[in-house]
């Protein structure tokens, strides 16, 4: 653990080393989950091995252990985000962005317990055709769109919905114009709401699901059609943000979704050894003056804590960040040069470095003297111990934690 100022930072790998057994013991959980579990209980520990550093000025010497590099590790992260951005830098054009927020009601919620894949490529597809064929009647062209899968709220229960940057217009299907939305609005957002409901009530109509735990009572025919008839007589909120321009705040948008995780590490305030996880969350029902939501506070017993974080693994080879429409495809670049020509060249192209905040301590830099870099001197090899997770025990891979 690392101590910044006052504060210690505490990790989902310290919760997960200290009572993963604990949590293995008594509930059930899919091979991903328990492969998920046990990456994240080794990173950046003597398991995965490392190198011994020595300061150069006065000596000192520590082990660098290495990172898991897994996609649900929250220490993790702030490399891959950077990496990705890296290459979308020359995707970003010169027009307004929108931020679009697709959510689906809380009772299908059960259903996703036990089929997340099924689940979540219907969000995308529904999402997707729904700005699509606003896009095509209204403007006639094609938008440029990315996509993000988050599963959870800020208490890490389930949340099931989709983050879109979405280009302020498009490009005509006979590629010699841009259709540009607006500076305001990018389509009426109780219009995107009823074509959202009706691709994804369709979608999920037609699907092979299966119906246990909390949705058994649903595997009777009569009472999934009532749910299905409930919610598509109800209003669905999709959420349209303010457009943002340039490429440094379209980007920012971008880093805060894509790499994200259920929780960051910097979240969890204290881990006590009777296994309490304080952690902050934000309340979005409770807003100041400003609109902001207010930071509290949360305590849960770490068996239960981790069975909320399990929740969130995303099926094996899930692609959580899509692209779509002018940024995807064969002929992407193609697409991107002929909207450049009309729409003109991003006036200040943007870096990694200048939208992204720096990653923090400099891991270079002595902890001790505060001058001398850190060498790496001796190659540390992996310390195979006993698995932190108890061995899997015949237990259905579609079982939810």
């Not at 938008?143 to 800020?154: D, F, K, N």
């Amino acid at each position: 653990m690392k101590a910044f100022g006052n504060r210690t930072e505490h990790s989902v790998g310290e919760i997960l080393r200290g009572w993963g057994a604990e949590y293995s013991r008594t509930h059930a959980m899919t091979l991903q989950q328990r492969r998920v579990m046990q990456t994240l209980a080794e990173c950046r520990t003597a398991a995965l091995g490392g190198h011994l550093e020595k300061c150069d000025q006065c000596g000192h010497e520590r082990p660098a252990y290495d990172s898991c590099g897994d996609r649900h590790c929250p220490t993790c992260q702030g490399k891959l985000a950077r990496a990705w951005l890296a290459k979308r830098l020359e995707d970003v054009l010169n027009t307004p962005y929108f931020h679009c927020i697709f959510t689906i009601p809380e009772e299908f919620n059960p259903l996703v317990a036990y089929n997340q894949r099924v689940i979540y490529e219907i969000l995308f597809r529904a999402t997707v055709r729904a700005l699509r064929s606003l896009a095509r009647q209204r403007l006639g062209a094609e938008l440029g769109i990315v996509a993000v899968l988050h599963t959870w709220g800020q208490t890490l229960w389930p949340h099931p919905h989709i983050h879109c940057i979405v280009t302020g217009g498009g490009l005509s299907f006979d590629r010699l114009r841009w259709v540009s939305t607006g500076p305001e609005f990018l389509f009426d957002v109780f219009e995107l709401s009823r074509a959202f409901r009706k691709r994804f009530c369709g979608l999920l109509r037609q699907a092979k699901l299966q119906f246990a735990g909390e949705a058994a009572g649903l595997a009777d025919a009569a009472a999934f059609k009532a749910l299905l008839a409930g919610q598509e007589k109800r209003d669905w909120v999709v959420h349209s943000k303010k457009p943002v321009r340039g490429p440094r705040q379209v980007l920012e948008y971008i880093s805060r979704y894509t790499h994200r995780v259920a929780i960051s590490n910097r979240r969890i305030l204290d881990v006590a050894a009777d296994g309490a996880v304080r952690f902050e969350y934000k309340d979005w029902r409770d807003q100041d003056r400003r609109d902001r939501p207010r930071s509290k506070e949360m305590t849960l017993g770490a068996v239960e804590f981790i069975g909320r974080f399990l929740r969130h693994v995303l099926p094996c080879g899930f692609r959580k960040v899509r692209s779509y429409g002018l940024l995807a495809g064969r002929d992407k670049a193609r697409k991107l040069a002929v909207c450049r020509a009309l729409l003109g060249e991003v006036e200040a192209p943007a870096t990694v470095e200048a939208v992204l905040p720096p990653p923090g301590e400099d891991p270079r830099c002595c902890p001790c003297c505060g001058h001398g870099p850190m060498r790496p001197m001796v190659h540390l090899h992996p310390v195979r111990g006993p698995p932190v997770v108890l061995p899997y025990q015949n237990r259905s891979e579609t079982c939810a934690a």
